[in-house]
């Protein structure tokens, strides 16, 4: 369904943007948050095909007022469009002047591959074509002449017309959609080039010429197609792991309505709020709560965890998990696009679509291709022109500058190697949001370190429950279920009778703790050195802020004592850390004594302390100023300004919805030996990246004197910019086979 409409209405809703054509026809796009009076709305451009299209649309809409930017995703044919305020832009508006039809973006139409179905039959129809007029130029060249050449021309002539219709169709319609609006992209020296070797040769036909080239054109257009459908193949191998994501998640579920009535919706209609009910076998469609039911879960999907998981009511299931053993009912707690696994998608597809400073570099010489390369053949053409006097040669030439010139290889040499690194976080269980970040990782030479739920579980255990005054702990309990921070939800689990005391007011301050009023009492549960304000001493001094009390009006009355496991493989990722020369710290709200524990058990010799959130922002911007490049690990709510502080920050698919969007990486998996691992993969990918930039640029050196000095004909020009796109595809494929030393196996445990 097409939406590109000059000069439709808009009328904006909570979810849906709704565009009135002029005919009257009502379209809904989908538009959701992503953030404060920010919004983002998807299309799928099927006519997106190299960089200079990105480059075109991205700078297009990102004029338009209230775009706050556009992003292409080569692979996908997508465009998202972040935006603000009431009124939506007309930005489909736009891309229907540039020649670019715009659809909604549908996962499940858009994963059957039609492109690669046309450039199949096309390519058969271009290789059928150029073997037999191959065959009929045999005779040619054997020595037939006059009325037997013209023949064998003749018949080459018209098997090549439709051919050239049917196989150059793709690169026709492209140029010429480009040219009417007044444009340009690759594909427009190409179909000209293709279009001139015809002419020339049918010249040569109709004049009774000695030589045609009728095989050279067909052919030129079977290499160039094999070129693009390689490319194309490459591309989508490239992209099987978010693919498979998306197509093994749930299409949706039986619905339990009041009065015992079921339902089966489709995904996209569960709202927060439903029940679901899940059989055996089935997978989980939404984020959702267990309310009735226990089995054995299946979370691979998810977090690539393979051992089987026991869920109970009241634990949180993701979508995309596989219900095992017995029917659970759940409570959807979020719709499909807002679900964790949703996310994991949007994570995985904005990977490609980075704007690291190798890929700006790379789009800005795309972008002056075009006008480079036809400056370039055209001053070719005069030149052997005024040389010779041959038109027929300087038109050759031309050709073949025009066709070698292409600049595919420089165009994929970055965003090939940032899909295929983003497959090998994927496929270790990383989600990365964009290539920048990958880049910006590569260049760490220090790494910090939040203590609770990042170098521990987050799992702590209240360990002294026995010793609390029950009234006490029933209080504490109460507080502690407005707080998802891992020492209320500890004491929130074990405390029995929750629920019972109402308090007036609740509020939760990060980095410090819980507060509630009740009868004109202050409750606090928390920091000892801001709960307990009564109790303090001077003794206490900057280590007083250690320690979780509960207070009533500042005095202490009851303490709470916890431990924590260190999370899998922890102290192997710090050793693996500094063996790839980065130093590195930790910064902790906690006591001393049990930073001092967990620092000697993982061998990190340096920590911090009893830190506030904007205590672990200065300490980022003290290494920062000391001109160290800074990652950042956390997991907590109290973790997210230090987060956006960093150079480059990892989060644990467990940390909180506003730390996962504050950081550039999330790892699904308990092993910590996922941050090493990215660091090798992000470091390799960067040298990858660097080559393949080398590559390009080599071959254009090389490549465009030799075409200009007439020692490359148009079909050999047509193999050499292939090839070289293929080799810069290829290099990029060695990332694949590469093994970290943080290995595979150790960072799925």
Not at 16 to 27: C, N, R, W, Y
Not at 176 to 201: E, Q
Not at 357 to 378: C, E, G, K, Q
Request: proline share 4%.
């Amino acid at each position: 369904m097409s939406c590109c409409a000059p000069g439709a209405e808009v009328a904006l809703d909570l979810e849906k943007v709704t565009l009135v054509l002029p005919s009257g026809q009502e379209i809904r796009l989908a538009s959701r948050s992503i953030g404060e009076n920010l919004r983002q709305t998807d299309l799928s451009v099927p006519a997106v095909h190299c960089a200079a299209c990105i480059q075109t649309i991205e700078t297009a809409i990102g004029k338009l007022d209230r775009v706050e930017g556009a992003r292409v995703n080569l692979s996908t044919k997508r465009v998202s469009v972040r935006w603000r305020g009431e009124e939506v832009p007309p930005f489909v508006a736009t891309l229907g002047r540039l020649g670019y039809g715009a659809h909604l973006f549908d996962p499940e139409a858009d994963g059957k591959d039609k492109m690669l179905s046309e450039l199949i039959r096309a390519v058969a129809v271009a290789g059928f074509a150029a073997g037999n007029i191959m065959l009929l130029s045999v005779s040619v060249w054997s020595g037939a002449q006059g009325a037997t050449r013209d023949l064998f021309h003749w018949v080459s002539a018209l098997i090549a017309i439709p051919a050239l219709a049917f196989a150059g169709g793709i690169y026709f319609r492209s140029a010429w959609n480009a040219l009417r609006h007044s444009r340009m992209n690759m594909d427009v020296p190409i179909a000209v080039g293709v279009s001139l070797g015809y002419a020339m040769s049918l010249h040569e036909t109709i004049t009774h010429g000695d030589h045609a080239y009728f095989d050279a054109s067909v052919s030129l257009l079977f290499f160039l197609l094999i070129g693009r459908t390689l490319d194309h193949v490459m591309r989508a191998r490239a992209r099987t792991a978010v693919k498979g994501l998306s197509q093994l998640a749930a299409r949706g579920a039986m619905v339990l309505r009041d009065g015992g009535a079921r339902d089966y919706l489709p995904v996209g209609e569960i709202e927060p709020g439903m029940l679901l009910l899940i059989a055996a076998g089935e997978r989980i469609p939404v984020d959702g709560k267990i309310t009735r039911g226990t089995s054995d879960v299946d979370c691979s999907l998810v977090s690539g965890e393979s051992t089987p998981r026991s869920v109970a009511p009241n634990d949180a299931v993701q979508a995309g998990v596989l219900n095992l053993t017995g029917p659970l009912t759940i409570e959807a707690t979020a719709a499909a696009k807002d679900s964790f696994l949703a996310e994991m998608v949007r994570l995985m597809e904005a990977a490609e679509g980075g704007r690291a400073h190798y890929r700006r570099i790379a789009d800005r010489v795309s972008a002056l291709y075009a006008p480079v390369v036809h400056l370039t053949a055209f001053v070719t053409f005069l030149g052997w022109m005024a040389a010779t006097g041959d038109w027929h040669r300087a038109i050759t030439i031309a050709i073949a500058v025009l066709i070698i010139t292409c600049p595919c290889a420089l165009g994929l040499a970055v965003p090939i190697v940032q899909v295929v690194a983003a497959r090998r976080l994927f496929e270790n269980g990383i989600m990365v949001k964009d290539g920048s970040a990958m880049e910006r990782l590569a260049t760490i030479d220090a790494a910090v370190f939040d203590k609770t739920g990042t170098l521990t579980l987050g799992q702590p255990r209240l360990v002294n429950a026995a010793s609390i005054d029950p009234a006490m702990l029933t209080i504490a309990a109460d507080m502690a279920a407005h707080s998802r921070h891992p020492f209320s939800k500890a004491i929130a689990g074990l405390a029995a009778g929750g629920g019972q005391h109402k308090f007036d007011a609740v509020t939760e301050h990060p980095g410090f703790g819980i507060e509630a009023t009740d009868v004109g009492s202050i409750w606090r549960l928390g920091r000892r050195g801001w709960a307990g304000w009564k109790a303090r001493t001077g003794g206490e001094g900057k280590h007083g802020y250690g320690g979780t009390v509960l207070t009533k009006d500042g005095i202490v009355v009851a303490t709470f004592n916890f431990e924590d496991a260190l999370r899998a493989d922890a102290k192997a990722a710090i050793e693996r850390l500094n063996d790839a020369g980065m130093s590195v710290q930790m910064l902790s709200g906690d006591s001393a004594a049990a930073c001092r524990e967990i620092s000697k058990m993982l061998g990190i010799d340096d920590f911090v302390p009893c830190l506030l959130p904007s205590g672990k922002v200065e300490c980022i911007e003290t290494l920062a100023k000391e001109g160290h490049r800074v990652l950042m690990v956390g997991d907590g709510l109290n973790d997210t300004p230090a987060l956006s502080a960093a150079h480059v920050s990892f989060a644990p698919a467990t940390a909180a919805d506003i730390g996962r969007n504050a950081a550039d990486f999330v790892f699904l998996r308990k092993s910590l030996l996922a941050v090493p691992l990215a660091l090798d993969i992000s470091r390799k990918a960067g040298r990858l990246i660097r080559q393949n930039i080398a590559l390009a640029i080599v071959y254009n050196g090389i490549a465009v004197p030799v075409a200009i000095l007439g020692h490359v004909t148009p079909l050999i020009a047509a193999v050499a910019m292939s090839a070289s796109s293929l080799l810069v595809i290829g290099n990029a494929l060695r990332l694949q086979g590469f093994v970290s030393n943080a290995s595979v196996q150790d960072a799925r445990q």
